[in-house]
């Protein structure tokens, strides 16, 4: 993509956002002190509202597995509808931001001779947001960090917590945050050659995260398939720059 990824605001996450606010308002008429017929004009208002929600996720959802569908069949990779091991799996945002996240539509198969996925992830904050995460698996436990896009960093750091870490590299400073903890592991991941890959303009604006086993990168929205294999691209040069003494006891790659 000649243009890079770049962080947007879903419209989806807005107008959940929107009928989110709307319906807090509506719940704020039922007060005593407003006039009956506001508080009945509320009421209906509320649950329309709460319709709307749910009938705009449900829709989300539902044309979003069928692209994936489609996906899977031309792959041979496996679509299933939920999977509540990846609810709260990861530590990294968007998950641990909000509460009642749920994980659905989860595309599994192999790219490049490793286990990844691609899911929507559903998080209540209050309103409802989605996500697409997508995610190369490692099959053995890693010091965790992100690597975030400048104008992420502050949003992020709020919501999870981590030390902010520069490496010395003027351009890659002036484009990248590092937070994590592990100084030590982070400055050996990113090596020359990944410092180099990341200053593509395919990969600006691409958030990376290694949590609990696995690499893993989101967008707001479900983008279905869209650029998931650029995106997986990008996440495998991540797992392939992390050095040998970390892979002990790693499970077999998907062939």
């Known amino acids: 993509m000649a243009g890079g990824f770049r962080y947007r605001v879903s419209g989806m996450n807005v107008i959940l956002t929107v009928l989110a606010a709307c319906l807090v308002v509506g719940v704020i ?10 508080r009945l004009l509320a009421g209906v208002g509320a649950v329309a509202l709460v319709g709307v929600i749910w009938l705009i996720l449900r829709w989300g959802v539902h044309r979003d597995r069928f692209r994936l569908s489609m996906y899977a069949a031309y792959r041979g990779w496996t679509v299933h509808p939920r999977d509540p091991g990846l609810d709260d799996r990861f530590r990294v945002f968007p998950f641990g931001s909000g509460f009642g996240g749920r994980a659905v539509n989860i595309l599994r198969g192999p790219h490049r001779f490793h286990d990844c996925a691609t899911f929507t992830y559903i998080v209540n904050r209050p309103a409802p947001q989605v996500y697409r995460v997508t995610m190369v698996e490692l099959g053995t436990d890693v010091p965790s960090f992100q690597l975030l896009p400048e104008d992420l960093v502050a949003a992020v750091k709020k919501a999870t917590g981590g030390q902010d870490h520069r490496i010395g590299h003027a351009g890659f400073d002036s484009t990248w945050r590092i937070v994590g903890d592990d100084e030590a592991f982070i400055r050996k991941v990113l090596n020359p050659g990944l410092i180099h890959s990341f200053g593509r303009r395919s990969v600006l604006g691409l958030p990376i995260a290694v949590d609990h086993g696995a ?4 967008e707001a929205g479900a983008e279905g398939v869209r650029r998931l294999s650029h995106r997986l691209d990008v996440l495998i040069e991540v797992v392939e720059a992390i050095p040998e003494e970390y892979w002990t006891g790693r499970k077999p790659r998907a062939r």
Do not use: D, E, G, R
């Open 29 to 38: 008429a039922f007060f005593p002190s407003a006039p009956l017929p506001v």
């Open 215 to 218: 690499v893993l990168t989101w």
